[in-house]
């Protein structure tokens, strides 16, 4: 049995232990080609506001949104392979890029390249794994609050982030910001090196306790989906 594979069970069945996936009626659908991010469609309108953190190198699910809902997508990344590989790409007018990244902070955060040569997962944790040949680099970053003033918007209707490991840092902030957000997909980088099973959970408990329910759990246990239950209620009510 492949590794991976064990690793997935595993994470499952400690997840399922703490309870995190509730039962729910919701309209999901999987936009993209892979199908890896869910929504839930009755929270999305034409004028919704969708941020995409950390591009890399796929735009599926951006591009999935913009063509299933008829929306705009803002997506953001600043490491340089991306914003380059970005420029090569011929994209839907509907797709915004901005080259810049999200924190708990405004400023400039070091990211340290990946594994793999080619890859594009830029972490700001040092992983073990890390190419030694390669150094780190700076690259500018904001918090959520300084983005929105930016780009002139008030609330926001999906927020997905993909930013390895600087979720740790930006979504207590962010959740502290009193931001209105629809629904909230992240990737919990619980498997990383430094961090850990318990920090990870803490973190969604976190996210919990500030008014969202979680409708979906990835096979691997890392991407997570979550609903803001007072707007899933105010818009079922109305």
Not at 189 to 216: K, N
């Amino acid at each position: 049995m492949p590794i991976k594979f064990v690793k997935n069970l595993y994470r499952q069945f400690r997840l399922q232990r703490e309870r995190l996936l509730k039962p729910t009626s919701l309209s999901i659908v999987r936009p993209g080609l892979k199908r890896d991010w869910p929504v839930c469609s009755e929270l999305i309108q034409r004028d919704s506001v969708v941020y995409s953190f950390g591009v890399g190198a796929n735009v599926a699910w951006d591009v999935g949104m913009i063509e299933q809902f008829g929306i705009h997508v803002n997506a953001f990344d600043p490491t340089p392979e991306s914003i380059a590989w970005v420029g090569r790409q011929q994209l839907p007018a509907e797709f915004h890029f901005h080259d810049f990244g999200i924190a708990a902070f405004d400023g400039t955060l070091n990211f340290f390249p990946p594994k793999k040569p080619g890859r594009m997962h830029f972490s700001q944790d040092c992983q073990k794994y890390n190419r030694p040949d390669q150094p780190q680099f700076s690259g500018q970053v904001l918090r959520l609050s300084t983005i929105m003033q930016r780009l002139g918007h008030s609330r926001i209707d999906v927020l997905k982030l993909d930013v390895e490991g600087t979720e740790f840092d930006c979504v207590p902030e962010l959740l502290q910001s009193g931001i209105e957000i629809g629904q909230l997909l992240v990737e919990v980088h619980y498997h990383f090196p430094q961090r850990s099973f318990d920090e990870g959970l803490s973190l969604l408990r976190q996210i919990e306790t500030a008014g969202f329910q979680c409708f979906d759990i990835s096979p691997r246990g890392l991407e997570f989906a979550f609903v803001n239950r007072c707007l899933l209620a105010q818009q079922r009510a109305a």
